[in-house]
């Protein structure tokens, strides 16, 4: 069987029933997250030019752009709700096994929101979907190297939405495969061209989800009226473009593997994931500190994604663009050192241009410590430590080993409602946060998406 049949057959045969309540209970936050996180982008360059563009060549009024009233065709809204969900890098990350790509799974849902908006159906089966989708995605991180390849993780995206949107919308076994093949040979080998050390990152960033899910989307529509495509075509790619391909990796569609959800990470500070755990090391220092003009030095031990790379980079110290500061340590240590927190707040006015700010950065130093490279290599572990050395001789430090939202040191429903508030009360108003979250828990028992939809739209 190819894997494009396991696949459909995976999607097809979820039944909600045989979900595990702890799994229905994850997957609920994780949609509340991901909402939140594209409410608070709602006034951001990138997404604000997609909405505009959406507008310009909407078609038939098929799903609601997020946070307004406007309806465009699926594919349009796709891309314009996947951009915002992940523009402020503020959505969750899977946990993958040591060794293995990671990737931000939550970039499928607006995909499969739309196809539920479009379709009618319940909170339990676009419930059902988002779990099976982040399963989807699990398989394909797991069974190959996409950035051993060049390619980004968002190119998961496109192989998977195609199944779990094309569930929704009433596809069979062999029209789901066949938007698949669609979608993963003309949109899911997206290269990565944008992630590299410098000053600025490009509003491609946080755009490329959008067009892997606006892809998807098309691929299920054109697959529902016939278009067919190779059902090898995840072989194909695996075997043109081989890196230790690991076909074991879908068995988890069979049954008996951790589900994904509860092996995701809600990030607590919107910011790339491997300088999370700084954040919280510097946060949790802020009050000892006292004035951060008191700081003499401050250095930060971890492994290589935090310390050297594109969060390390000599550009990390002069960031230009919003995108490069929540990509540099420096920046969201100063920041987290100086307030006792990180929010999307944190950016607002380009902060990163402050000449305080940029002189505490000076003032951080970044160290690869050999027992947090082994442990990030060996184990997973994503923790670091942070010394902050002040002009009265006193030595401050604090160490994490996992960052708050992994799921071994797991966010609280307040700590998740406080991210929640930070997000999207300064577009929604106070009590939001409260309401999206109230509505993704009520999708079980939910007839439509219509009152989350409503939860995360401007009043």
């Not at 799994?23 to 997609?50: K, N, Q, Y």
Request: proline fraction near 7%; aromatic fraction near 6%.
């Amino acid at each position: 069987m190819y894997l494009a049949e396991r696949m459909a057959e995976f999607v097809l045969g979820l039944d909600f029933s045989e979900l595990p309540k702890s799994v229905v209970d994850a997957t609920a936050r994780i949609i509340a997250d991901t909402l939140a996180c594209g409410v608070a982008a709602l006034e951001e360059p990138g997404p604000a030019l997609l909405r505009q563009y959406a507008l310009e060549h909407a078609g038939r009024p098929e799903a609601t752009l997020l946070g307004g009233d406007e309806r465009v065709d699926l594919p349009l809204a796709a891309l314009v709700n996947a951009a915002l969900v992940r523009d402020l890098d503020a959505n969750d990350i899977y946990a993958a096994p040591p060794g293995k790509d990671t990737a931000h799974f939550s970039d499928a849902i607006p995909a499969l929101l739309a196809a539920a908006e479009l379709a009618g159906t319940s909170g339990r089966e676009f419930l059902t979907a988002v779990v099976a989708v982040y399963e989807l995605q699990a398989a394909l991180d797991e069974a190959y190297h996409w950035t051993r390849r060049g390619l980004h993780s968002v190119s998961q995206v496109a192989w998977a939405v195609p199944a779990a949107a094309g569930r929704l919308l009433g596809l069979s076994r062999e029209q789901i495969v066949s938007a698949i093949g669609l979608a993963g040979t003309t949109g899911g080998l997206v290269l990565q061209s944008w992630l590299k050390p410098g000053p600025e990152l490009p509003l491609l960033k946080g755009a490329a989800p959008g067009f892997a899910c606006q892809q998807a989307l098309q691929a299920v529509q054109l697959a529902a009226s016939g278009l067919t495509a190779p059902p090898d075509a995840l072989e194909t790619l695996f075997e043109r473009l081989p890196s230790d391909f690991d076909p074991a990796a879908f068995d988890r569609l069979d049954g008996g593997a951790q589900w994904a959800v509860l092996r995701t990470i809600i990030k607590r500070y919107p910011a790339q994931i491997y300088t999370q755990a700084a954040v919280a090391a510097a946060a949790s220092l802020r009050r000892q500190i006292g004035s951060v003009d008191d700081v003499a030095v401050v250095t930060v031990y971890g492994h290589r994604g935090v310390t050297a790379g594109v969060q390390g980079s000599p550009g990390a110290y002069m960031p230009q663009t919003r995108a490069a500061a929540d990509h540099s340590t420096p920046f969201v240590v100063a920041v987290a050192l100086r307030d006792g927190d990180l929010t999307p707040a944190s950016y607002q006015g380009e902060s990163w241009r402050d000449p305080a700010l940029l002189d505490l950065m000076r003032r951080i130093d970044l160290v690869i410590d050999p027992e947090f490279e082994r442990a990030f290599h060996q184990e997973g572990v994503l923790g670091c430590r942070v010394v902050v050395e002040l002009l009265d001789g006193r030595r401050l430090e604090a160490t994490i080993r996992q960052p708050p939202g992994h799921p071994d040191n797991a966010l609280s429903r307040e700590e998740l409602l406080a991210k929640l508030r930070a997000l999207v009360e300064p577009r929604l108003g106070p009590g939001a946060a409260e309401r999206v979250l109230a509505e993704a828990e009520r999708l079980p028992g939910a007839p439509s998406v219509a009152a989350l939809l409503d939860a995360c739209r401007r009043s």
